[in-house]
């Protein structure tokens, strides 16, 4: 089977729009999490989140589509058509069934529900808009791009929560090892939204910091949860013989292998050890045929919750412990806060970045980790080679997926 490759980014992100932004935030450590200002969040508990800044709609999506779709709809949108430019990729040029969409989804169009139930308890039903049946859905944000770009090929969208990212990159692959020829994959969340907000307060692990830098802190002892977060990424994954076809020559990384599981324990609460995490990245990487030897770096969850990280910290110690030197660990996304199935497509990003300009970021707002024997957390931008490259995720309720990400060789 030929490699599925990775020849496109877009990132739509409080670091930044465009991959070539986003990076030089991350890379610098920019703190991107900041009070919520797109409503009046003081009576919440928690008021910091990342938000997208600058996003001119308008740049993205024709105005008749822009009111029939909401804010994650639109970061789609723009993501995608960013991949498509990043890996000069013009779907039309192709059959129309050679490329498919499938993006992962955490939470929908929260923002258009919440202003058409405003509308339907206040000025009843006929003031609902017809769009809300479509702009909330799941699968929006897939059959927008599909239709936008008019790709008939395998479509479909993955809910798993944070893991959707990674899941909707496994996905594309199984298309490409079927026979497509390339798949748009990744996802966008826009949670940044007073419904939305309330929803995932109902969790207990978001935090209750004023300062940003003390918010959302990974690994570090004084770990107090998550700041939400929206954005995300797509990516552009083609098959490496029809990528090398059409002349490509500007490769970020091949989808080497992947692993998931699911602890099967609770719907809410995490599962009293981590041995499914665990298995899932020891899946990946038989699945890559490689081992925990050579990886280079991991992008962890990085959940921010103290039970949560020390689940993470034992996972990566199972699987990572036995080697020669300690594994480097990241989780750079606690600067622009949890972007649910965003991030984790935006981690894979990430860490096809790191394989290009060997640079691994830091992990963000850590000032003083936790006992982590056998693993290097990283504290800031470290430069270093990467080959391979290791993405993991959690959802809440209980999955866990885990990717590996190798660098690119011409044969």
């Known amino acids: 089977m030929s490699d599925t490759v990775i020849t496109g980014l877009g990132v739509v992100a409080p670091s930044g729009i465009g991959a070539t932004q986003h990076w030089a935030t991350t890379v610098a450590a920019q ?10 969040a003081r009576c919440y508990a928690t008021r910091l989140a990342g938000q997208v800044p600058d ?55 929260n923002e258009f529900g919440q202003r058409e139930i405003s509308q339907l308890w206040s000025r009843g039903r006929k003031a609902v808009s017809a769009y809300q049946s479509i702009a909330w859905f799941y699968a929006a944000s897939t059959g927008q791009l599909s239709i936008r770009h008019q790709t008939k090929g395998p479509s479909g969208v993955l809910v798993s929560e944070g893991a959707g990212g990674i899941d909707s990159l496994a996905q594309a692959r199984r298309l490409i090892r079927r026979g497509t020829s390339a798949v748009l994959a990744g996802g966008t969340e826009a949670g940044v939204s007073p419904y939305a907000l309330t929803c995932q307060m109902t969790s207990g692990r978001l935090t209750e910091a004023d300062d940003p830098a003390l918010g959302y802190r990974p690994f570090d002892k004084a770990a107090n949860g998550h700041a939400p977060g929206e954005g995300g990424a797509v990516l552009l994954a083609e098959d490496a013989e029809s990528a090398s076809a059409r002349g490509v020559d500007d490769i970020y990384g091949v989808v080497a292998g992947y692993g998931t599981t699911h602890d099967a324990h609770h719907y809410q609460d995490p599962a009293p050890d981590p041995r499914y995490y665990a ?5 990946a990487l038989a699945d890559a045929s490689l081992t925990a030897e050579d990886v280079d770096v991991v992008f962890a969850d990085g959940a921010g ?11 990566l110690q199972d699987v990572f412990g036995d080697r ?36 691994v970021p830091g992990i963000g707002n850590l000032h003083d980790p936790v006992p982590s024997r056998g693993l290097d957390l990283l504290r800031g931008a470290t430069r270093k080679t990467v080959r391979v490259a290791m993405v993991n995720a959690r959802g809440y309720g209980g999955f866990n997926s885990s990717l590996v990400l190798r660098a690119y060789e011409a044969n």
């Open 31 to 40: 703190q991107c999490v900041r009070p919520i200002d797109r409503f009046d």
């Open 55 to 109: 996003f001119a709609v308008q740049d993205y999506v024709d105005e008749r589509i822009a009111v029939q779709t909401d804010r994650w709809s639109w970061f789609a949108l723009a993501a995608a058509q960013l991949a498509l430019a990043d890996g000069a990729y013009e779907p039309s040029l192709h059959d129309t069934y050679a490329t498919g969409v499938v993006l992962a989804s955490g939470s929908g169009g």
């Open 279 to 283: 298995m899932a990245m020891r899946r």
């Open 305 to 315: 919750s103290p039970d949560l990280d020390e689940l993470e910290i034992r996972a």
């Open 324 to 359: 020669a030197d300690a594994v480097a660990v990241t989780a750079p996304q606690a600067l622009i806060g949890r972007l649910c199935a965003g991030g984790s497509a935006l981690n894979v990003a990430n860490a096809l970045l790191s394989i290009r300009h060997g640079v």
